[in-house]
């Protein structure tokens, strides 16, 4: 029974990707100002022992994602969209159904150009998730820590950007960041302040440098740094760095790596480590 679900699913996902590819298609036809690219894939594993002497354990795991970028580039101004979604929950003998991956990250920048390669932008990107996270400590139940928009990290930013190449580029600015909270006010903390706040916002300098490499004609390299320093606190730099191969198989088969790298010090003393690498049926318009 659970080969056939899978077979069916698998199914699905080829005629979806084979329906997106026709719809990129005749957007490109429609509007060439308008360039997109696109990641989107649904990753599947599944193990169930019988009688194994050698011993195991039943377990079920999928991720689905969505990741890309639209851009509107002219003479005069260019309007960077780029997105990222993903959900993902697996399921062990014995245990709960737990969540591995949750995130939504959303950016819009705006640049005008003057002709010089050194151009002013403004920037907006939010960062939450869809629904509930828990920690899971070696005694006792799940314990939830979050939750949908709880928290949320907001950002807009203003100030110059250098295109150095078609590959990489960077800004420098001042930013407004807030973070907005319901239940969880841990993460809208003001250190030294005693205080229960829902919402902490501050003013900083914002650096941002990215890089996407065709290293082949099936395989990109992207990568991402993000630093935030705000004014009240200059030593303690926060700092976001991201970085991801993506390879395309075939036409509906691809495999992915992602790392992400998170330090936060007024949320963990801790550096954050995520790395996934997935192999599966996605769609890769790159």
């Known amino acids: 029974m659970r080969l056939l679900i899978t077979i069916f699913t698998t199914s699905c996902l080829i005629l979806i990707g084979i329906r997106l590819s026709a719809q990129t298609d005749t957007l490109h036809k429609r509007d060439t100002l308008w360039h997109h690219e696109m990641v989107a894939g649904l990753n599947f594993s599944q193990v169930d022992f019988s009688h194994w002497e050698a011993g195991g354990t039943d377990a079920l795991a999928y991720i689905a ?22 959900w993902g929950q697996s399921k062990s003998s014995g245990q709960d159904i737990r969540n591995t991956d949750d995130e939504i990250n959303l950016e819009s920048q705006f640049t005008y150009k003057f002709g010089v390669s050194v151009n002013p932008y403004v920037d907006v990107a939010l960062l939450t998730q869809f629904g509930p996270g828990y920690n899971y400590p ?9 939750n949908f928009f709880d928290p949320a990290f907001i950002k807009q930013s203003a100030g110059m950007g250098w295109m150095a190449s078609k590959v990489f580029q960077t ?28 919402t902490r916002i501050e003013g900083g300098l ?24 705000p004014f009240k606190t200059l030593d303690r730099v926060v700092v976001h760095a991201e970085a991801s191969f993506v390879a395309k198989i075939s036409k509906v088969f691809s495999t992915q790596l992602n790392a992400l790298f998170i330090n936060e010090p007024d949320i963990s003393p801790y550096t954050q480590i995520k790395e996934g690498l997935s192999i599966g049926i996605i769609y890769a318009f790159l």
């Open 138 to 146: 070696d005694s006792g139940g799940a314990q939830e820590v979050s």
């Open 171 to 198: 800004r420098l600015g001042l930013a407004l960041r807030e973070i907005v909270t319901n239940q969880y006010n841990q993460y809208a903390a003001d250190p030294g302040d005693d205080e229960v706040h829902k």
């Open 65 to 86: 994602s969505i990741a890309g970028k639209s851009v509107r580039d002219d003479t005069n101004t260019n309007w960077t969209n780029t997105y990222h979604l993903a």
């Open 206 to 229: 914002e650096s941002v440098s990215q890089l996407d490499v065709p290293v082949d004609d099936n395989v990109l390299f992207h990568a991402k740094l993000e630093l935030f320093d």
